[in-house]
C-alpha cells in the first residue's frame, strides 16, 4: 500500500473528529460572522480533492467498468445528493454541533436508511472496486464507519454556543 496515498485517503477523518469533538473551538477560530458549516464545507471539499488524487494515483482505469459500477454508484450519488438537498450546507457539515438549529428530517432517505450519507459514499466507494485496489477502498470505508461511530455518541451538552 502506498504510503501516501494512504495518509491521502484518511486525511479528512482527523479534521472531522476534531470538529465533532470541539465544536466550539472551530466556532471561536472561525470567528464573528463567518458561518462554521460553511468553512468546514470548504476545508472538507479541499480534502476530499486530496483523497481523489490519493486514489487516482493509485487506480488502474478500464472501460466499461463491470455492470456493478452502475447501481452503487447511481443509488450512493443519489443518497449523497438527497440528504444534501434535505439538510442543506449546515445540517450536513455538523451546523447542529455548531450551535445552529437544523430542523429535523423524516423524509426519505432519512428514517430508513440509518447515516444515509455515509451509505451512500461507501456504495459510490464499492462502486470503484474495479479501478481501485481494494485496501484503499477498505481504508476510506473503516473512516467513514468510524466517523459513523464517534457521530453516534454526541453528548448535546457538548455542542457549541454561537458567537453574537
Known amino acids: 500500500m502506498g504510503v501516501a496515498a494512504a495518509?491521502?485517503?484518511?486525511?479528512?477523518?482527523?479534521?472531522?473528529?476534531?470538529?465533532?469533538t470541539y465544536p466550539q473551538k472551530w466556532v471561536d477560530l472561525c470567528g464573528k460572522g463567518r458561518d462554521p458549516s460553511k468553512v468546514m464545507a470548504l476545508v472538507s471539499h479541499f480534502l476530499k480533492l486530496i483523497q481523489f488524487i490519493s486514489l487516482f494515483y493509485v487506480s488502474t482505469f478500464s472501460w466499461p467498468p463491470p455492470l456493478y459500477f452502475w447501481p452503487l454508484i447511481a443509488f450512493g450519488q443519489f443518497l449523497n445528493f438527497r440528504v444534501y438537498?434535505?439538510?442543506g450546507e449546515s445540517g450536513t457539515y455538523y451546523g447542529v454541533r455548531f450551535g445552529?438549529?437544523?430542523?429535523w428530517v423524516t423524509e426519505f432517505p432519512f428514517g430508513f436508511i440509518q447515516d444515509p450519507q455515509y451509505i451512500g459514499s461507501i456504495l459510490?466507494?464499492?462502486?470503484?472496486?474495479?479501478?481501485?485496489?481494494?485496501?484503499?477502498i477498505l481504508l476510506w470505508t473503516l473512516g467513514y464507519v468510524f466517523m459513523i461511530w464517534i457521530e453516534?455518541?454526541?453528548d448535546p451538552a457538548t455542542r457549541a454556543k454561537p458567537l453574537s
Open 7 to 20: 495518509i491521502g485517503v484518511v486525511s479528512p477523518f482527523p479534521f472531522y473528529i476534531l470538529l465533532w
Open 85 to 87: 438537498q434535505l439538510l
Open 100 to 103: 445552529k438549529n437544523v430542523p
Open 124 to 136: 459510490s466507494l464499492f462502486a470503484c472496486l474495479s479501478w481501485v485496489p481494494f485496501q484503499y
Open 152 to 154: 453516534s455518541k454526541e
